[in-house]
């Protein structure tokens, strides 16, 4: 397990945010704690203690996901994930594996 405390960032501008978030745009696969199902998505950025994924399912705050997230190529294996949904809202934008709506979650866990 990885302690994100030693990666904090230390700025001195307006942005607060703790860690840098990078623009992605890969694969997700992810269930929900309380169900059996497995559903998908695309990851649009990360940073060390969260994501913001796009999927076609209606996500609430407070929901216990694990995620995979796979990169395109097969150099890189997938991260795997458990995080928090801190917000989840709707969206006009449309990707290839839908995308009606934007899940943005804090990472617990990052195996």
Same mark, same amino acid.
């Given at each position: 397990?990885?302690?994100?405390?030693?990666?904090?960032?230390?700025?001195?501008?307006?942005?607060?945010?703790?860690?840098?978030?990078?623009?992605?745009?890969?694969?997700?696969?992810?269930? &929900?704690?309380?169900?059996?199902?497995?559903?998908?998505? /695309?990851? *649009?950025?990360? #940073?060390?203690? @969260?994501?913001?994924?796009?999927?076609?399912?209606?996500?609430?705050?407070?929901?216990?996901?694990?995620?995979?997230?796979?990169?395109?190529?097969?150099?890189?294996?997938?991260?795997? &994930?458990?995080?928090?949904?801190?917000?989840?809202?709707? /969206?006009? *934008?449309?990707? #290839?594996?839908? @995308?009606?709506?934007?899940?943005?979650?804090?990472?617990?866990?990052?195996?």
């Amino acid at each position: 397990m990885i302690d994100f405390e030693d990666y904090r960032v230390n700025r001195e501008y307006e942005e607060q945010r703790g860690y840098f978030r990078m623009a992605v745009d890969c694969p997700l696969t992810f269930g &929900v704690e309380s169900e059996g199902y497995v559903h998908k998505g /695309t990851v *649009k950025n990360l #940073s060390a203690s @969260g994501l913001m994924f796009t999927t076609d399912i209606m996500l609430k705050q407070g929901d216990q996901i694990k995620a995979s997230l796979e990169p395109e190529n097969n150099i890189t294996p997938p991260m795997i &994930v458990a995080a928090t949904v801190l917000r989840c809202v709707k /969206t006009t *934008k449309q990707t #290839s594996v839908g @995308g009606r709506f934007e899940v943005a979650c804090h990472i617990k866990i990052l195996q």
